[in-house]
Each structure stands twice: as C-alpha cells, then as structure tokens.
C-alpha cells in the first residue's frame, strides 16, 4: 500500500494477530501492535509525513548524525529520504527470519546526497517481526569507497504510554550521561529507576543490553535489548518543549517517552570495505 503522498508502506503481520507498519520514507517503523490490536509506538496527531519532512513517531533512524553533534541537519539525514526496497540482501545471521515476516530495505547516497556527506555507503535494514510479536531492527552499514568514515546512529523510537507520570525506565541506574540540557556535559545517574517529572534529554553512554521501560497504568513492560549499541538515549520534551514543537501536541508528551538503542558518544569508524552491524530488538509484555 501506500500513504498519502504516495510513499509506499510494507506491513508484517505474525501468526499471533501481531502487526508492524513500515515506510520506506526513512525506513521508518510507524506501527506496532500487539496481539489486541493496541498501539504499542507513539505517532503524533501532529506527524508531518510529507517527504522530507522527518515523521514525528515510530522509530526514526538518525544517521549519520544524532542531534546537532556535527555539520548536517539534525539527526542526520537518513530520517528524511526515500529508501528503496532491498530484494537481494546478502546473508544475514538471523534465527527469527525463517517465516519470512520481515522487509529489508536499502539507502545508499546519490551524488547529490554526495555533496553534503562524500561518503559511500549501503545502509541495509531489516525489520522483523518475531512469532512472539518482538520488533527487530538490523541494521547493516557498509564502507563501499575508498575512504574512511564515522557515524553515529540512533534508534529513536517513540513509546506509546498511558501517563508520562506513569513511567518508570530501568537499567540506567548509576551510568554516566551526556545531559542534552546541560550543554552536553557529563554527570553520573544518582538514583534508582528512572521516572519523570520535567523535561528530559540525555545519552546514556556504555548502557546495559537490555533496559525496561514500565507503564503502571497500563501494566506493561517494554524490554529493549541492543547489541552493537553501547549508549541510550532517554527524551522527553515536556509541556514547554512540546508546545514549540509544531508537529507534536501541546499535551502530547504525556503519550510518549523515547529510549533509543544508540552509537553516540564513540562515533563507529569504518575502513573502505568493511561492515558495521547493529540489532535492536523491542518486546512489550504483560507486566506481573
Ligand atoms: C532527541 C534529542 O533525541 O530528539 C532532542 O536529544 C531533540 O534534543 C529530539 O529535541 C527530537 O528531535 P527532532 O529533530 O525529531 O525534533
């Protein structure tokens, strides 16, 4: 199928009555729903979904640059492009792909994307969607030139929750983060599990493979399991924040919280020839 401005989206459904919905306008997750139909990501009333305008929710891929770490526009440009479908991958070591509930797709530049970025390069991405109902992402970036380059990448996704006020992020206690609010500067998490009561942005850096984001009032847990992703990313705008942002509601950061499996502080370095693989993998559970 494809959207209103004719960008085509991929869904994937599971035996279990799970679903995903893909677009190829950033290679963007902008659904995910479990077994009851529910929304699991958050996607704003708001959401601008015109190429290039980058999608307020789901899963954004910012590459290969996060926030304003560097010359390109924010977050990079991988966000705003077309990727094409990829039908041939190369092999992939992957135990859940056997059912086929998967799209692989493909961004490489064109010589004007050359311009703002001289680096060549193939982004494959596969997203998945396990018989459990789990969302995975794998990402693969290949130097195809004949220089070096560095990037950075962050899976930003967008939760979907009850109350931001309901919230509560486990597995950061203790780690250093860069503090988006504090002109990047680096401070050490005091206390226990995260909740939230003010605007937040922050990098947590060398965080954990697996971190839990809890909805009391809906009773569900999200586990983020990462590998190749040392740092995390935890936003939230809060109501100031939110009601500068044109494509979100003045209210709606109370529906979202994003935790982002992240590369962020160490920029990944690749030599002509060589391959950069980062997984992702989301479940969202009944929480006991
Ligand atoms: C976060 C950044 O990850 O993304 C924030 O740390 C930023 O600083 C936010 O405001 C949203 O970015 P954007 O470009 O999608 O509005």
């Known amino acids: ?25 950033g290679g963007q997750v902008l659904s995910w729903k479990n077994e009851r139909g529910e929304e699991l990501l958050f996607r704003s009333s708001k959401a601008n979904s015109k190429p290039p305008a980058a999608v307020r929710g789901g899963i954004p891929i910012c590459f290969p640059q996060f926030g304003n770490r560097g010359s390109l526009e924010q977050h990079g440009f991988a966000r705003n492009k077309i990727w094409e479908i990829d039908n041939d991958p190369p092999p992939l070591h992957c ?124 009773k569900r847990t999200f586990l983020i399991r990462k590998e190749g992703l040392p740092d995390a990313v935890v936003w939230n705008p809060w109501e100031k924040k939110a009601k500068a942002i044109t494509d979100m509601g003045d209210e709606e950061y109370r529906q979202t919280i994003c935790v982002d499996g992240a590369a962020i502080e160490k920029p990944i370095s690749l030599k002509p020839g060589e391959e950069w693989t980062g997984r992702l993998e989301l479940s969202a559970l009944p929480s006991i």
């Open 95 to 218: 135990k859940d792909c056997d059912r086929k509930a998967f799209i692989d797709m493909l961004l490489k530049p064109s010589e004007e994307d050359m311009k703002i970025w001289p680096h060549r390069y193939e982004f494959r991405l596969r997203v998945l969607l396990t018989s459990d109902g789990a969302l995975k992402l794998i990402s693969r970036i290949r130097n195809i030139g004949s220089k070096v380059f560095s990037f950075s990448i962050a899976y930003h996704t967008y939760f979907s929750v009850s109350d931001i006020s309901e919230v509560r992020v486990e597995g950061l206690e203790t780690l250093d983060y860069l503090d988006n609010l504090h002109h990047k500067e680096r401070f050490t998490e005091q206390g226990d599990a995260l909740t939230f009561e003010t605007e937040v942005d922050r990098v947590y850096v060398g965080s954990p493979h697996i971190i839990g984001v809890f909805d009391h009032e809906k």
């Open 1 to 25: 199928t494809k959207d209103k401005n004719g960008v085509d989206l991929v869904t994937l459904q599971n035996p279990r009555g799970f679903s995903a919905q893909v677009s190829l306008h």
